[in-house]
């Protein structure tokens, strides 16, 4: 990992899961956040819907 750059997403973390919408993720996908790049010229609305419910099919891992 470089110097400054933040961590992958974890999809598996209960909390980031509970936290985002549906819409929040496509938004994102779509419009890219931070260093990640956007993607809404590259997916249609139907490779968008899913790549969230790709994103949804991890399954969180509750902490101790």
């Not at 490779?47 to 099919?57: F, W």
Request: charge should be positive; charged fraction near 25%; aromatic fraction near 10%.
């Amino acid at each position: 990992m470089a110097e400054g750059v933040a961590p992958p997403r974890n999809f598996f973390d209960s909390e980031f899961q509970a936290s985002r919408s549906d819409a929040d993720l496509e938004s994102v996908i779509r419009h890219g956040k931070g260093a990640m790049p956007p993607f809404g010229k590259l997916f249609d609305e139907q490779q968008t819907a899913l790549l969230v419910a790709h994103i949804r099919s991890f399954k969180p891992k509750t902490r101790p």
